[in-house]
């Protein structure tokens, strides 16, 4: 469960509504689409599975040498986008959108990434067993880090029709 402690524009929103609406919109899927950019010009999009921590870091394994590994190397500067494409136009619709930094997981965001992903995508454990595997080859991807400084929310079943909650993270 989503347990932050956030600064949002709207006075009248519970911590608490908007924690369980993040937790239901980031459970209820598994694809993020990531923009970056590319030589500090180009945007760059690209989509990856990802797991996902109580205090809404966001971890997805990728190649290094993707471009959009490579677009983080030069600039953490992210945007993200998760929400279920089966949405009927006529539903109550609901989806986030963070922006934030991305990084390549090191130390101990290694070992909590690995654990948080496995929990989520099993096969996973069938390559890596430990975060130390990451560096035996086994497969070319690692995993990366996404922390959202601000968080834009659209759950309409919970928050009115055509409402935004904008939040501040902390950091």
């Known amino acids: 469960m989503i347990t932050l402690q956030m600064a949002f524009h709207d006075e009248n929103v519970a911590d608490e509504s908007i924690n369980k609406s993040l937790d239901t919109i980031l459970s209820s899927n598994t694809l993020l689409s990531m923009a970056s950019i590319k030589d500090g010009t180009e945007s760059w999009i690209h989509t990856?599975?990802?797991?996902?921590s109580s205090k809404l870091s966001l971890y997805y394994l990728s190649s290094p040498s993707a471009q959009h590994s490579k677009n983080v190397e030069q600039s953490q500067s992210v945007a993200v986008s998760i929400f279920d494409t089966h949405q009927n136009p006529t539903d109550k619709k609901r989806g986030v959108q963070l922006f934030g930094t991305c990084h390549r997981a090191v130390g101990g965001e290694?070992?909590?990434?690995?654990?948080?992903?496995?929990e989520r995508f099993s096969w996973?454990?069938?390559?890596?067993?430990?975060?130390?595997?990451?560096?035996?080859?086994?497969?070319e991807s690692k995993l990366y880090i996404i922390t959202p400084r601000t968080i834009k929310l659209f759950d309409e079943a919970v928050f009115g029709e055509e409402k935004w909650v904008i939040i501040d993270v902390p950091q």
């Open 48 to 52: 990856a599975y990802y797991a996902y």
């Open 110 to 118: 290694v070992a909590e990434g690995l654990r948080l992903y496995t």
């Open 124 to 139: 996973l454990a069938n390559y890596i067993k430990e975060p130390r595997d990451f560096d035996k080859g086994t497969l």
